[in-house]
């Protein structure tokens, strides 16, 4: 049975950084891909980055190009996002998925509980 979890989640000023880590276990994810999403409150769940766990080139969001940096640490079976440059838009809670390389990430039916971001203006 596949598990994600999601962890580093908390309250940071704008301007800070924070890197979230979601652990990975049940399965080999080697034709995986994982993703981030994020949703705000009233908003719906929108897509962040997501990665091949075998490598490849990553994928983000407009709205976080150039500030978060999504990557695997294979010894440590986690998907790392790490979040510079913050803004109060930020604030979200953030979930980590996981999903076949050849389908969408936003097909993806493996999901994390989330872990919330809070950012301080």
């Known amino acids: 049975q596949v598990q994600l979890v999601e962890s580093g989640g908390g309250l940071v000023q704008a301007g800070g950084s924070l890197r979230l880590s979601c652990a990975a276990s049940?399965?080999?994810?080697?034709?995986?891909?994982m993703g981030w999403f994020r949703q705000a409150p009233g908003n719906e769940r929108e897509f962040v980055a997501s990665?091949?766990?075998?490598?490849?080139?990553?994928q983000y969001a407009d709205s976080v190009k150039g500030r978060f940096t999504i990557s695997r640490d294979h010894a440590k079976n986690t998907i790392d996002l790490q979040m510079d440059n913050l803004s109060p838009a930020d604030t979200a809670v953030y979930y980590c998925?996981?999903?076949?390389?050849?389908?969408?990430?936003?097909?993806?039916?493996?999901w994390g509980r989330g872990t919330q971001v809070t950012v301080s203006s």
């Open positions: 049940g399965r080999s994810f080697n034709n995986y891909r």
């Open positions: 998925n996981a999903g076949p390389s050849y389908a969408s990430i936003a097909a993806a039916k493996c």
């Open positions: 990665i091949t766990w075998s490598g490849g080139t990553p």
